[in-house]
């Protein structure tokens, strides 16, 4: 169980975050700040998750409280090397959707914790399949869902993880969005 004196603020709009935070049984708040998502080119997809995780997370240093812990996280897609970023409109998702289509790629969430003591940055990673998808369901889940928010165009917990993914290996919830086991051992251990 996890006995922290603090209190963990989210640094997240996610809902699909405030609920994997909920499923912890864990007491939050959820705050957030604009953060420039840029990230220097000589990265590789693991390093930019946490790079963009972390820089989430300094965006409050100076203003946490020593009773305050900060969790912010980030989420990458990633096909054959590409890192497919939120789509800009409707054509950009469907075109992402159709790269995904009949293939695995991988999925990187990183997390990191921050007090005013100390930063730790975790990534996870885990490998998805998604069958052949028609343009007439790319199109469906587009036009009905919306994910311009999500990287790689697509929510697993959505309708089109129910009919285009065939697989996993690894965490579930590190596509959705939070590696809550990471964040659970992290907290649990928390000095």
């Known amino acids: 169980m996890i006995n922290l004196d603090k209190k963990i603020i989210l640094a997240s709009r996610s809902p699909r975050r405030k609920e994997l ?6 007491e939050f708040e959820q705050r957030t700040k604009e953060t420039d998502e840029r990230y220097p080119d000589t990265l590789s997809p693991k ?3 946490g790079y963009l995780s972390e820089k989430k997370a300094k965006a409050f240093s100076g203003e946490l409280k020593n ?23 409707f054509a950009d998702a469907a075109q992402m959707l159709q ?8 999925v990187y969430t990183a997390v990191t914790i921050m007090d005013d003591k100390k930063i730790q ?18 199109n469906h889940y587009v036009g009905c869902y919306q994910p311009f928010d999500k990287a790689g165009a697509y ?9 285009a993914v065939e697989k996993i290996e690894g965490s579930y919830f590190t596509v959705m969005g939070l590696p ?12």
């Open 121 to 138: 940055t975790m990534t996870d990673m885990t490998k998805v399949y998604m069958k052949d998808m028609s343009r007439e369901e790319i």
């Open 47 to 49: 390093e930019v998750a």
């Open 99 to 106: 790269k995904l289509s009949g293939k695995m790629h991988l």
């Open 180 to 191: 809550v086991h990471l964040v659970y051992e992290a907290l649990k251990n928390w000095q």
């Open 67 to 89: 009773s305050e812990l900060i969790i912010a996280s980030d989420t990458i897609v990633v096909m054959d090397m590409e890192i497919l970023v939120k789509p800009k409109d």
């Open 21 to 26: 935070m909920d499923g912890l049984g864990i």
């Open 155 to 163: 929510g697993i917990q959505e309708w089109i993880g129910y009919i």
